[in-house]
């Protein structure tokens, strides 16, 4: 009996031997073979240890679920919910150590050019769950002073203006924890960088050489980019706006009056023109108090350097092609040809 019983402790001990052996190099020792492929694997908040065991197992990035608890439970480690890219063979430490640190997952998000601050309100809402309406409306309705300290590419905003405008249509990619103030400052910040790779420095004292600030120098590209879509047609119809400022003739351009009403006609009512707003071209001579889009950068450039020409009205077909008219009689009859 007593032989029997020391037979058993000797296995017990060969056992416990082998298993501590087998534990120490998977903890430490083992590392992936040269050339192996990462696996991705992703943990869901409120998993349990065990969950999460069990699915390494499956994956074939650890050898023994027991090893892995056991040296989470010696470690004290606690494996965050997230993205992760393990790769089979790594060892115990190497791989809690991973799980440990959760990168955030990020999102992809593309803003098209000519949208207006609440229309990529909707895009960054429905992307970055975390952001609601109200917070991204309270951000980009504040002054740019007060609400987001990033450069002084903000300091021509006026008192009553929000960031319309100063939000640059691009693809980007942010974290999924991101909030509405950090979504539009890598807009504005982006905006500025677009700038100086286009070798556009704002002046000292934010006019331009045609007599426009940089705030309206937005404003009259934010309305070319709702007009025109093909950057020479942008570089004409800026010329042609810039024509009517200075000879003190309304810019009735629809699009100001589309971001009255909120609809996306490519004409207006007779009904519409006649809204009282600041924003009505129609009723109101010169520029609007601010952007009524983001503008990309042809429709920028092309409201720093218009092209002259002796138009003086255009219009944009339903298939996108523009029309041009010298005089207003021939503008009525491009009207009722094209846009029947």
């Not at 000519?114 to 309270?138: C, F, H």
Request: aromatic share 10%.
């Amino acid at each position: 009996m007593l032989r029997f019983i020391g037979i058993i402790l000797g296995i017990a001990i060969i056992v416990g031997v082998v298993m501590s052996g087998s534990y120490l190099f998977d903890a430490y020792l083992t590392k992936p073979d040269e050339g192996t492929q990462a696996i991705a694997f992703s943990i869901e908040e409120g998993s349990s240890v065990d969950t999460i065991a069990r699915r390494l197992e499956e994956e074939g990035l650890i050898t023994s679920k027991l090893f892995f608890k056991a040296y989470i439970r010696f470690s004290k480690a606690t494996p965050q919910a997230g993205e992760f890219q393990l790769t089979p063979g790594m060892s115990l430490r190497a791989l809690v150590s991973e799980l440990s640190f959760a990168k955030a997952r990020e999102v992809k998000i593309t803003i098209p050019e000519g949208y207006s601050a609440s229309e990529i309100g909707e895009v960054v809402t429905a992307a970055l769950p975390g952001i609601s309406s109200q917070q991204w409306e309270e951000v980009i309705k504040k002054n740019g002073n007060e609400a987001i300290a990033v450069d002084d590419i903000l300091t021509g905003i006026p008192q009553d203006q929000g960031l319309e405008g100063y939000l640059f249509p691009d693809t980007y990619r942010f974290r999924e924890d991101a909030d509405a103030m950090i979504v539009a400052q890598t807009m504005i910040l982006t905006l500025k960088r677009r700038l100086a790779e286009n070798d556009i420095t704002i002046p000292r004292n934010l006019i331009f050489e045609g007599g426009l600030t940089f705030h309206e120098i937005l404003t009259l590209a934010s309305i070319v980019e709702r007009e025109v879509r093909d950057p020479e047609d942008m570089k004409i119809v800026a010329g042609i706006f810039y024509t009517r400022l200075k000879i003190g003739m309304a810019l009735q351009a629809d699009s100001t009056v589309n971001y009255i009403t909120g609809k996306t006609t490519p004409s207006v009512t007779l009904e519409d023109t006649s809204i009282e707003s600041s924003y009505n071209t129609y009723q109101n001579l010169g520029l609007p108090p601010g952007p009524i889009s983001n503008p990309g950068m042809n429709a920028i450039l092309a409201a720093l350097h218009p092209v002259d020409s002796e138009y003086l009205y255009f219009l944009t077909t339903s298939e996108g092609e523009v029309i041009y008219s010298k005089t207003f009689d021939e503008h009525v009859a491009n009207k009722y040809r094209y846009l029947k």
